[in-house]
């Protein structure tokens, strides 16, 4: 049986591969807890409320 462990990246990875265009200027990634994670695209009721907070 083979273990794999998932690729934990660091703040300056992450940065990094920004710099180099591994992300698309449209990709909703954040880095949390070491994973790069793919975040949903802002809906209507999360622009409303972020309006409402400003």
Not at 1 to 9: E, P, Y
């Amino acid at each position: 049986m083979t273990v794999v462990t998932a690729k934990r990246f660091t703040v300056a990875e992450y940065h990094r591969l920004a710099e180099l265009g591994f992300f698309r200027e449209d990709e909703r990634v954040e880095l949390i807890k070491g994973e790069i994670i793919q975040m949903a695209a802002k809906g209507t009721p999360h622009c409303v409320c972020e309006t409402l907070n400003n």
